[in-house]
């Protein structure tokens, strides 16, 4: 009989020694899409339940944007828009613009593509529960994922402004 220290290991045969680690590897960065695919879209947009109806969360909402030293250049009803066009929906919607001529001249000087998303605008609107609601862009993490000056500014100091602008108009 072999005692324990005379027994033998066995060596793997030479299929169950390769290197798994390519394998692991594409498969885990594969895995890592699907679920940064599936989350991301849930991150880029910021909802919040207003404290007041449609008409008062437009009017306050422009309020805040002109007290933190910005403007707003707009207010879209959507509605009023669509209904032009022979579409009519029964919740109200309305697009607020905001626009910070320092922060847009910084963007525009060295990334004019971005201009796509300028002015910024905020959503009000009535969700299908009765209670108003705002939401936007989630600027913290879309100027990061642009980096280089629009982090800095969208990322930065707008997302700062921005939330300061919606809490006069949020519940907590």
Known sequence: MESDEQKTV??????SNRDHTP???????????VVVWQVMPGMMIVEHRS?????ETVSRLQQAIED???N????RNMNASMAKHGVTFDRQVRLVEMCH???AKSVLTTDRHIATLMPCAVAVYEGDDGQVYLSGMNMGLMGKMFGGN??????????????RILSSVVQD
Request: without cysteine; hydrophobic residues 45%.
């Open 51 to 55: 404290k007041y109806g449609l008409d």
């Open 72 to 75: 707003s250049p707009g207010v």
């Open 23 to 33: 394998i692991g590897l594409v498969l885990g960065v594969a895995l890592t899409g």
């Open 150 to 163: 629009i982090a800095r500014v969208m990322g930065g100091a707008v997302a700062d402004d921005e939330r």
């Open 101 to 103: 001529a320092d922060h």
């Open 10 to 15: 066995k060596e793997p045969d030479d299929a």
């Open 68 to 70: 933190a030293g910005w």
